[in-house]
């Protein structure tokens, strides 16, 4: 099941679609493997892309402990 979950990007967008959205990420990490997928943190989110497309948007978990 996929919910639509406004102000997150979505996928197909470009990483520029997604800087202009929600600014620079916090961190980068790769690109690895092939086809390359890389990922942006962001404070609530993760964004991942599949070359220069947004392949999934994945909340973070609250901390355990955390309000």
């Not at 102000?7 to 086809?35: D, F, H, K, M, Y």
């Amino acid at each position: 099941v996929m919910f639509n979950n406004p102000g997150l990007p979505t996928r197909g967008l470009a990483p520029s679609q997604v800087r202009q959205q929600l600014g620079e990420p916090q961190q980068t990490n790769g690109p690895v493997g092939e086809p390359p997928i890389s990922s942006w943190e962001y404070p609530d989110f993760l964004v991942y892309f599949e070359g220069n497309r947004v392949l999934h948007t994945v909340l973070k978990r609250p901390q355990a402990g955390g309000n």
